[in-house]
Nanobody, 124 residues
């Protein structure tokens, strides 16, 4: 029903910036989020956005990362500034056809569709 394709990962020095993109095709998605998983750690939700533009950030990225979407809600972005070595991880976008209000916006179970992941490496 929905395919998500991410792009924009790479390697940057500490303090650098990257912009990730996630393009959806198929059915229209109304909620989306970015997750990341570092080696040996659990996947964590870092930013979420819904169809009304409401946004939620994990405290560790608040003020450094910005999630946004285009007017069609087909493409979501994650602008990452002032990157730190601890931001090194595989980043995933996730989306769903509807926003379940009883599920936390950054809970992985809220999203049925996932991208393939893109590596972000920040060197010290």
């Amino acid at each position: 029903q929905v395919q998500l394709v991410e792009s924009g990962g790479g390697s940057v020095p500490s303090g650098g910036s990257l912009r990730l993109s996630c393009t959806a095709s198929g059915s229209k998605t109304h909620c989306a989020a970015w997750f990341r998983q570092a080696p040996g750690k659990e996947r964590e939700g870092i930013a979420a956005i819904d169809e009304d533009g409401r946004i939620d950030y994990q405290a560790a990225v608040q003020g450094r990362f910005t999630i946004s979407q285009d007017s069609t809600q087909n493409t979501r972005y994650l602008q990452m500034n002032n990157l730190k070595p601890e931001d090194t991880a595989v980043y995933y976008c996730a989306a769903d056809l509807k926003c379940e209000p009883h599920l936390h916006t950054r809970y992985s179970g809220r999203y049925a569709y996932w991208g393939q992941g893109t590596q972000v490496t920040v060197s010290s």
